[in-house]
């Protein structure tokens, strides 16, 4: 009898309550595990791109070109040339009214092109958030942001996006900004910090107020950072020519669906 007694496994009874009856094992959600672990991740990577970025600030003077003064002329007559022409463009084109348009949402993206701008092109590519090439920002049909556009036009690309490249394009490539830190929309606890007093309280209700140009649309465009684009497989032409011209600049109205679907 004593051997059975030692062969018996031990068993973990639950928890008692003061009644008698047995408490539930504490257990966290999986669905709760997997947000924690992602939140955790995204830690670590935005932790690894701060170090990256002071290594690359410190790298900074190393390598120099030296540039002949031919480059330098050239460059600035590029420079000035762009102006006139950005001069012209707006004594030329007349611009319909914001309310003619089919959409009053636009989105914008950056294309490649010419590094040195003239600072004009630089300052107004600034206030668009269009400072680095395939990024893409969604902007309100306004006279200010259609005449911003016509600015830099060989610089830019832009047009009417529909409800579900808004969608898969704030599911898939937005972040948000809070607290001058960049965080991905994986939490609605932070989006209703950030948008709150606004009544967004969630990647829903920030994918509603963006597609429909809601009342606070301009909270909830500048909580999301601009959106970073992949490279298409025919990368984008160079050449400062708009895009009913068989360019890649411009205005493209609802074609701009097709090239979001490329870069999403």
């Known amino acids: 009898m004593g051997g059975g007694g030692g062969e018996r496994a031990e068993r973990v009874l639950p928890p008692m309550a003061l ?5 539930p094992l504490p257990y966290v959600e999986e669905t709760v595990l997997k947000k924690r672990k992602q939140n955790e991740d995204w830690a670590v990577r935005n932790r690894e791109r701060k170090d990256a970025k002071r290594m690359r600030l410190r790298g900074d003077g190393k390598g120099v070109t030296i540039k002949r003064p031919e480059e330098f002329v050239r460059e600035f007559r590029n420079k000035e040339l762009d102006f006139v022409r950005m001069r012209t463009r707006l004594k030329v084109r007349k611009q319909p009214p914001a309310e003619a348009l089919g959409s009053k949402l636009i989105f914008a993206i950056r294309i490649p092109g010419t590094v040195d701008l003239h600072p004009h092109m630089r300052k107004v590519l600034r206030k668009l958030r269009l400072n680095q090439v395939l990024t ?4 309100k049909a306004t006279e200010l942001t259609l005449k911003r556009l016509l600015v830099v036009e060989p610089f830019v690309t832009y047009g009417f996006p529909n409800l579900k490249n808004v969608k898969e394009l704030i599911y ?3 972040r948000g900004f809070l607290d001058k ?3 991905p929309l994986t939490s609605n606890d932070l989006i209703e910090k950030a948008l709150g007093e606004h009544g967004i309280i969630c990647l829903q209700d920030l994918v509603h107020e963006i597609a429909t140009v809601g ?11 601009p959106l970073k684009l992949k490279c ?5 032409q160079l ?3 708009p895009y009913k011209d068989g360019g890649d600049s411009g205005n493209r109205g609802d074609k701009i669906n097709e090239l979001i679907e490329k870069l999403n």
């Open 239 to 241: 050449k400062k020519k």
């Open 181 to 183: 830190e960049p965080f």
């Open 215 to 225: 009342p606070h649309f301009r909270e909830a465009s500048k909580f999301l950072m």
């Open 232 to 236: 298409p497989e025919r990368r984008l």
């Open 172 to 174: 898939k490539k937005g």
């Open 136 to 139: 893409g920002v969604f902007l």
């Open 19 to 23: 009644d008698g009856t047995p408490q």
